[in-house]
T-cell receptor
Framework: GENVEQHPSTLSVQEGDSAVIKCTYSDSASNYFPWYKQELGKRPQLIIDIRSNVGEKKDQRIAVTLNKTAKHFSLHITETQPEDSAVYFCAASIETDKLIFGTGTRLQVFP | KAGVTQTPRYLIKTRGQQVTLSCSPISGHRSVSWYQQTPGQGLQFLFEYFSETQRNKGNFPGRFSGRQFSNSRSEMNVSTLELGDSALYLC?????????????FGDGTRLSIL
């Protein structure tokens, strides 16, 4: 079945620096790739998503890139702020709502 | 528009009991999915419902079951509870199940098994 690997598991950056989180998926039929941010004790919150017919998508300080050939996608956060500190999850799905999640990346942004 | 609502927020049960969790999707959303979140296993897909039909099921034992009603509200049931069932159970809803619509999560039900 589908498997999603996510790296790194923890990431510490200085405020204002950029952060990059990478995910690799196993099923080439995957065509939807959302990213969720989960703060401590809160629900996962969708922050950006990308479909397989698009190579890159940007929303203010957040961008996602997709390389279908290599079967990996990445989240890029620029000009990080302390409020960006959270656990970030990537996920993949094939035409349905069955999301296969990565193991999460704990991002810490130090002031 | 109200978000995804899950009840109850917290639940304490003992081994061998059964439990029912409820999820009300965002108004107009017809697809509901359930996930289990634990520190060790992360976020794992349980099942997905659309138009009262189960579309997908994850790799969980038959003790985990669910259903969806005509108003799109969903329930999941866990029978013969085990210590390992302690987890945060999250429900997510989307407009439909066929076109990769964004899924939005509820706050979850935290289930503790004693």
């Amino acid at each position: 079945g589908e498997n999603v690997e996510q790296h790194p598991s923890t990431l510490s950056v200085q405020e204002g620096d950029s952060a990059v989180i990478k995910c690799t998926y196993s099923d080439s039929a995957s065509n939807y790739f959302p990213w969720y941010k989960q703060e401590l004790g809160k629900r996962p919150q969708l922050i950006i998503d990308i479909r397989s017919n698009v190579g890159e998508k940007k929303d203010q300080r957040i961008a996602v890139t997709l390389n279908k050939t290599a079967k990996h996608f990445s989240l890029h956060i620029t000009e990080t702020q302390p409020e960006d500190s959270a656990v970030y999850f990537c996920a993949a799905s094939i035409e349905t709502d069955k999301l296969i999640f990565g193991t999460g990346t704990r991002l810490q942004v130090f002031p | 528009k109200a978000g995804v609502t899950q009840t109850p927020r917290y639940l304490i049960k003992t081994r061998g009991q059964q439990v029912t969790l409820s999820c009300s999707p965002i108004s107009g959303h017809r697809s509901v999915s359930w996930y289990q979140q634990t520190p060790g296993q992360g976020l794992q897909f349980l099942f997905e419902y659309f138009s009262e039909t189960q579309r997908n099921k994850g790799n969980f034992p038959g003790r985990f079951s669910g259903r969806q009603f005509s108003n799109s509200r969903s329930e999941m049931n866990v029978s013969t509870l085990e210590l390992g069932d302690s987890a945060l159970y999250l429900c997510a809803s989307s407009l439909d199940s066929y076109s990769n619509q964004p899924q939005h999560f509820g706050d979850g039900t935290r289930l503790s098994i004693l």
